[in-house]
Nanobody, 124 residues
């Protein structure tokens, strides 16, 4: 059974940093694109960042460029999201996703596997 399990969320103040992790089990995702999406109350799930397996290229939403970094550890079947200079607008549930293809996508419908999410709250 394939599982993606996120961890690392929490309550932080604006300007702080957090590192989210996504541990995959049930199969090896080293040849699959993986991504992070987030969802705030009352809003649709939105793309945050993704990393391709074929090229290793990373893609970011404009709102997080320069502040967030996605990385993957193939040996540990894990993807990380390093978030710095967090803003209140970054508050939401963060979801890890994986797709069957090796090329990253910004579209939720392109990802077949999803985690349950980890909550990030940025507030004083």
């Amino acid at each position: 059974q394939v599982q993606l399990v996120e961890s690392g969320g929490g309550l932080v103040q604006p300007g702080a940093s957090l590192r989210l992790s996504c541990a995959a089990s049930g199969r090896n995702f080293s040849n699959n694109a993986m991504a992070w999406f987030r969802q705030s109350p009352g809003k649709e799930r939105e793309f945050v960042t993704a990393i391709s397996a074929t090229t290793g290229s990373a893609y970011y939403a404009d709102s997080v460029k320069g502040r967030f970094t996605i990385s993957r550890d193939g040996a540990k079947n894990t993807v990380h999201l390093q978030m710095s200079n967090l803003k209140r607008a970054d508050t939401g549930d963060y979801y890890c996703a994986a797709r069957e293809g090796g090329m990253a996508s910004m579209k939720t419908e392109m990802y077949e596997y999803w985690g349950q999410g980890t909550q990030v709250t940025v507030s004083r």
